[in-house]
């Protein structure tokens, strides 16, 4: 504890994803516990830790180790955070955590559940809610799944970020420029181009992809791969595992929507391209394109 006898009190936020609604809800509650630790006269204001866009299954996010690593280093009396769920959404996790912030007389409060971990039944406290928390997000994780999937036997995707495309409401339309840049880049790979070749020559033109940075020769491999382009869905071809995204081996059904969208390039100089890969893989006997590093 500090000298002056004041508790030094910080407090954690998080939020799962990046988007502006998220990142709004995150300041509210920076500047909510900035001042609400501020205004306690018997409180020493330590700071607020951090994360956004990671997910409360994550035992490696940065600013949560850090404070932690601050709790150990004696730094920290009191933990603020708004809910179990910020804190951490593993049963077996949370309650290690908190065991051994209480064992280094580190005390969390949880504002939700008005739950102190210092309190005479607050393990089984949390220990129940926190089951109760990791059920829910079980469930809605499944809820989630099962959208997508009727989504996908509709033959409609979750999924509306692609270059060359642009979606006014449910439509899909061709963007002009970039569908350009599609159709050039499969003219050129079937020319005799490299996927790195072609990223370099869209690079030196000062081309950019669908979020604003530079081509590489994995992103090449990946349109000249994508269905999408010849206005046909293949849906399903990823699936999470523990929160980490797999590709579709047969594992679940794939949903093959044709002509669900304005085409980019035809059917016939798709199936030259894949030919084409083929070949080339065969010849340099290299692994998947997809699957290759590349430094440009």
Known sequence: MANN???????????????????????????????????????????????????????????FQRLLNDCRAGKIDIILTKSISRFARDVVHLLETTRELKSIGVEVRFDKENLSTFSPDGELMLALLGSFAEEERRNHAENIKWCHRRLFEKGRTT?????????NGDECEIEPTQGAVVLRIYT???????????????????????????????????????????????LQKTFKVNGKKVKNHGELRKYYVEDSHIAIIDKVMFEA????????????????????????
């Open 5 to 63: 006898n004041k508790k030094r009190v910080a407090a954690y936020a998080r939020v799962s994803t990046e988007k502006s609604r998220a990142l709004d809800s995150l300041s509210a509650q920076v500047s909510y516990y900035s001042e609400y630790i501020q205004r306690r006269v018997e409180w020493k204001y330590a700071r607020v830790y951090v994360d956004s866009g990671e997910s409360g299954g994550k035992y490696n996010r940065a600013e």
């Open 159 to 167: 999924s509306k970020a692609i270059y060359g495309y642009k979606y």
């Open 188 to 234: 050129e790979y079937l020319g005799g181009l490299t996927a790195n070749q072609i990223a370099h020559g869209l690079n030196a033109d000062g081309v950019k992809t669908y979020h604003g940075k530079q081509f590489c020769g994995v992103t090449i491999a990946n349109i000249l791969k994508n269905v999408r382009y010849t206005g046909c869905l293949l």
């Open 273 to 296: 391209v894949q030919i084409e890969m083929a070949k080339r893989k065969k010849v340099n006997n290299k692994k998947d394109w997809s699957d290759e590093r590349e430094n440009n």
